[in-house]
């Protein structure tokens, strides 16, 4: 193999190149000697100093967790706040005997024993010297009895830090949701920047806008004695608040609707027709948020899980109900735009209609007579509904439906949010790969049957309505100031038009009003002095229909009818728009939820602009969204002015 | 091929001793810096690392089987194929602690970029020996750096800025040995000197943050800097005579970052102390003058060049972490070679070993 060709003839490497390479050995040298040097500097001349230091780890990081943004409503009222806490702080490392100190400390702060050793032993990615959180917000003669007693609990030290603060308790918990400490699976599955032991939003707005709200904590470097207790601060990072929300929702609304709804389970959602901002979201029963904030006991979390009422979910955007005779807007949008009918078209209700060998009845035992589709829509009459079911058939009332934005969810920045049920005969295909039945039909036609939609969806419904076909995604937030002061506005989001005639929309209208505002229709309870409402009103059934509801072996409460109530006003330009469920009312939507939601729409109109806006307002610039306000206000017909 | 004698007579044993000295050593470092006291059972880290050791003895021996000059002809096939592997990183790699460094291959996973080193080493050595003499200008230096810039673009974005470094330098110390002009270098560092200020101000903040907290660990004194306070500290601690092989405290606590690859050494030094460290780096300094002293005998321009790269990645790779881990460079995430837990590095590194022994056994063959 000798001789392949060699380019270069065998040893000729140029005498400069030589001297590099003799330069080379020479800069290795010396740079080793330069390490070496740096090792006798630190482990000689300094290392008793730096062995001290390695014995019980005497520099550490203390972490300072940063306050969360704060959260006002559309007035500026503060909605979730923060406030100093006493938390007591344990490092397990610098405790000699650990049970002793945590059987003083349970003494003291006159917490179980076991209570102290499960919260110090729960198994956690902590790395070590990492003070573990024993119990957030220690009283005061807490505070006073820990402070004196220092010395006989090594390893114990009290850390003030914020707290999450809900001023109004369970008011809108849903929608504010709650913080809780981060799990090992929620810091495994990679939420960057994320420790543990750190707060983290488990639900509601405190989830959705959690990287707003955060802010970053920050930490110190220091140096500790034997004991653990800190002798220095070497260094010192500051921590930096999370941004602030100012959302769309009402307080004062809110306290309304929450009130109007009182100790019913049930929902309601009212927003602006114009731009899709929630002005209220009600779920009941509810939770106070502030339990969460201070570290949520085994038992109170077990009690709010097992509730058969499940009081952790927001029903206003995870409740699917059958929509019951508010579904029949939808039905009656469909026909007219179909030209299924006409406003013309007449049916005669004679309480019911027989259809294979079942007899369909009308809520009304003796018929409602001659029926159009406006007095049908009035006065909720089943058997118009029925009839005009048919004749659209199945697909027809689901393309309607979803056109008015039920079927899907609605896209709120909101966990789990449902998306209800709108069937057609592909649907029943996959589901229960079965064909439609003609009697299906006409349970859909009323709204019973497969069909369910969330209190959320059914108000965009008569948002949608109102504004004339144009469908928002709902969103609650306005506005975030960042920590720096720059300000983002959340713009109104446009997810779809229905593409609805402009005379189908006047006669849906016109129908809406006239539940409201007639004598004969089913919904005058939600009347308001000087203001022109629409509604419609919707009893659902909660067991399927007829006969089942005997033979089940439901309680007798958990058998009654949904109640329902949409609307919207004022009917000329409306600004406000409601979605209401009471569960297991009784009774049905005109009687029930029409009286809550008529609450809610006299309080928007007949308050001056709203609560007047505390000093916090003026901080945070709301300048034009007040102002946008007032002007709504004015440019309202004076006739709904009566004051 | 009939085998030659003279092979036998020539045999390189100082180098591959020393290599497997400094192993040996690291694997015994990684056994106690992935000790759990109390733990039953095998050392998983420790038995990887020795099954890695025996890949790499054998890869060493398999170099040695063919004359290192073959090389010559298909220096820019390899550096293809490498190339090729390491952009397949981002689209088949697998992502462990936030950078995406590995492809899997059957039961093991291999880091291209670590191949990807040697690969730069042996295309810069066929370049420059087929270039003449000496006092290159631009021309011959334009190809060495879109050599490198393109693999080093790749590994960046990993992200692994330690390998980046290393490359570069590796690229630099061959620019300087393979004969280009010092004056032409000198223009080089010019212009990055005055393009850097120009580009400065166009960076983000966080940008900028991250290159001064780079270069100062001190600006982030609850991250970068202090893992290196901690690496200091178990370093001093050590003392004259070291707390004894698995008695490290700060290494039992888990106080350092990535304690059995980038900051090994911390956990060496505090079981070792002084003595142990300075032995260590005595090992580091004889390796590294053996291959330069195997480069200057070389027979031919290629040979010596190949040597020179092999031994500028050994040199600049443990330079560069014993200095980030005593505090006098900033912290690279770069493994100390040999060492470290790491199998890729520990192949390609014996590899290259062998490359010089090929090296250092054919200088009378002609």
Redesign the interface.
């Given at each position: 193999?000798?001789?392949?060709h060699?380019?270069?003839a065998?040893?000729?490497?140029?005498a400069?190149?030589?001297l590099?390479?003799?330069t080379?050995?020479a800069v290795?040298?010396v740079?080793?000697a330069?390490?070496?040097a740096?090792?006798?500097y630190?482990?000689?001349a300094?290392?008793?100093?730096?062995?001290s230091?390695?014995?019980n780890?005497r520099?550490r990081?203390v972490?300072v967790p940063a306050a969360r943004g704060v959260v006002y409503d559309r007035h500026g009222e503060i909605l979730i706040d923060n406030r100093p806490s006493f938390d007591v702080v344990f490092v397990p490392?610098d405790a000699r005997d650990r049970r002793h100190v945590l059987r003083k400390l349970a003494g003291f702060l006159g917490e179980e024993e076991p209570r102290l050793h499960q919260t110090a032993h729960a198994p956690s990615k902590r790395?070590?010297?990492q003070g573990i959180v024993l119990r957030r917000d220690v009283d005061w003669d807490g505070v006073v009895a820990l402070e004196t007693h220092q010395l006989d609990l090594p390893g114990v030290s009290l850390q003030v830090g914020p707290r999450r603060y809900y001023p109004f308790g369970p008011l809108a918990a849903h929608l504010l949701g709650y913080v809780g400490e981060i799990s090992i699976s929620e810091l495994a599955d990679g939420t960057n920047g994320y420790r543990p032991g750190d707060l983290l939003g488990k639900a509601g707005l405190e989830k959705a806008w959690d990287a707003e709200l955060r802010g970053e904590a920050?930490?110190q470097?220091v140096e500790v004695d034997a004991l653990g207790r800190r002798v220095r601060v070497?260094?010192?990072?500051h921590d930096k608040p999370g941004g602030t929300l100012t959302l769309t929702l009402d307080r004062d609304l809110q306290e309304t609707a929450e009130r109007a709804l009182g100790e019913a389970d049930g929902a309601l959602v009212a927003l602006d027709p114009r731009n899709g901002e929630i002005l209220a979201m009600v779920s009941h029963p509810a939770y106070d948020p502030n339990v969460f904030a201070r570290g949520v006991r085994r038992e109170e979390w077990r009690a709010l899980v097992q509730d058969r009422k499940r009081p952790l979910n927001n029903r206003a955007v995870q409740g699917q109900f059958p929509p019951g005779s508010t579904f029949k807007v939808a039905v009656a949008t469909g026909a007219l735009e179909e030209g299924v009918v006409t406003p013309f078209t007449s049916v005669s209700c004679s309480g019911g209609i027989p259809y294979g060998n079942h007899f369909f009845r009308c809520w009304r035992k003796g018929g409602h007579g001659t029926m159009n589709i406006h007095s049908a829509v009035v006065q909720s009459c089943d058997v118009f509904f029925y009839q005009i079911g048919q004749r659209l058939g199945v697909d027809g009332i689901a393309e309607y439906a979803r056109r008015l934005g039920l079927g899907l969810p609605t896209g709120i920045a909101l966990e789990h949010e449902k998306g209800g049920t709108i069937p057609d005969t592909r649907w029943k295909r996959r589901r229960f790969n079965q064909p439609w039945f003609g009697g299906e039909t006409l349970s859909v036609a009323i709204g019973q049957g497969y069909v369910t939609a969330t209190p959320l969806q059914m108000a965009n419904l008569a948002a949608t309505l109102a504004n004339g076909g144009t469908r928002y995604r709902p969103r609650y937030v306005k506005r975030v100031e960042a920590p720096d002061g720059s300000l983002r506005e959340i713009e109104p989001d446009v997810v779809g038009e229905a593409h609805l005639k402009k005379s189908t929309i006047a006669q849906i209208q016109s129908a809406m009003r006239d539940v409201v505002m007639t004598d004969s229709g089913t919904g005058k309870k939600a009347r308001v002095a000087g203001v022109t409402i629409a509604g419609k009103t919707g009893t659902s059934q909660v067991v399927a229909m007829g006969e089942d509801r005997k033979r089940s072996n439901l309680g007798a409460e958990a058998t009654r009818d949904h109640a329902w109530f949409i609307a919207f006003a004022p009917v000329e330009a409306p600004e406000i728009a409601i979605g209401c469920i009471v569960e297991h009312a009784g009774a049905g939507g005109g009687a029930v939820a029409a009286p809550v939601v008529q609450q809610v729409l006299e309080r928007y109109f007949t308050r001056d602009q709203g609560p007047a806006p505390p000093p916090a307002a003026q901080e945070v610039k709301v300048a034009a969204p007040v102002g946008s306000d007032r002007e709504a206000h004015a440019v309202r017909p004076t006739a709904h002015h009566p004051l | 091929?009939r085998f030659d004698r003279r092979l036998i007579t020539h045999f390189e044993w100082l180098l591959p001793l020393l290599a497997l000295a400094v192993s040996g050593i690291g694997a015994m470092t990684v056994y106690s810096a992935t000790y759990t006291p109390g733990a039953e059972g095998p050392a998983p880290f420790a038995l990887r690392q020795l099954t890695w050791l025996a890949a790499g003895c054998a890869a060493m021996l398999a170099v040695l089987a063919f004359?290192y000059?073959r090389l010559e002809h298909s220096g820019f096939l390899i550096y293809a194929l490498l190339l090729a592997a390491v952009l397949a990183v981002p689209v088949l790699g697998r992502v462990v602690s936030g950078s995406r460094r590995w492809l899997a291959l059957g039961p093991v996973s291999i880091q291209p970029s670590e191949f990807m080193k040697l690969g730069l080493v042996i295309v810069l050595a066929q370049h420059f020996?087929?270039t003449?003499?000496?006092?290159l200008g631009p021309r011959e230096a334009v190809l060495p750096l879109v050599l490198t810039a393109l693999p080093a673009a790749a590994i960046l974005a990993q992200p692994d800025l330690g390998t980046v470094a290393v490359i570069g330098l590796v690229m630099l110390?061959m620019l300087?040995?393979?004969?280009v002009r010092l004056r032409w270098l000198g223009t080089l560092a010019a212009i990055v000197a005055v393009l850097a200020p120009l580009i400065w101000p166009h960076l983000k903040p966080y940008q900028q943050r991250r290159v001064l907290t780079f270069v100062n660990p001190?600006l982030d004194?609850?991250g970068a800097?202090?893992h290196v306070?901690?690496s200091?500290?178990?370093?001093?601690?050590?003392?004259?005579w070291g707390k004894g092989f698995l008695h490290g405290?700060?290494n039992q606590?888990?106080?350092l970052p990535e304690q059995h690859t980038d900051f090994i050494f911390s956990v060496f030094?505090?079981e070792w102390?002084?003595v142990g460290?300075?032995v260590l780096?005595a090992l580091?300094?004889a390796l590294?003058?053996r291959g330069?002293v195997i480069?200057?005998r070389?027979?031919?321009?290629?040979g010596?060049l190949l040597a020179?790269g092999v031994t500028a990645i050994v040199?600049w790779q443990a330079?560069v972490n014993?200095?980030m881990t005593?505090?006098?460079l900033p912290v690279v995430g770069i493994t100390l070679p040999f060492f470290s837990y790491g199998g890729s590095s520990l192949l390609c590194l014996l590899a290259g070993i062998g490359l010089v022994m090929n090296v250092s056994m054919r200088r009378y063959?002609?």
């Open positions: 193999m000798a001789s392949r060699v380019h270069v065998p040893r000729e490497v140029p400069e190149l030589q590099r390479t003799a080379a050995l290795a040298f740079v080793f330069l390490i070496g740096r090792l006798w630190l482990q000689v300094r290392g008793p100093e730096m062995r230091l390695s014995e780890n520099i990081i972490r490392e790395p070590p010297y920050g930490g470097q070497l260094e010192e990072e | 091929m004359d000059r020996a087929a003449p003499g000496v006092r110390t300087v040995l393979g004969g001190d004194p609850l800097g202090y306070i901690q200091k500290i178990a370093v001093g601690s050590g003392l004259v405290t700060q606590l888990n106080f030094a505090e102390g002084f460290a300075l780096l580091y300094l590294v003058l330069l480069a200057s070389a027979r031919d321009r290629f010596v020179l040199f330079v014993l200095g005593t505090g006098l063959f002609f």
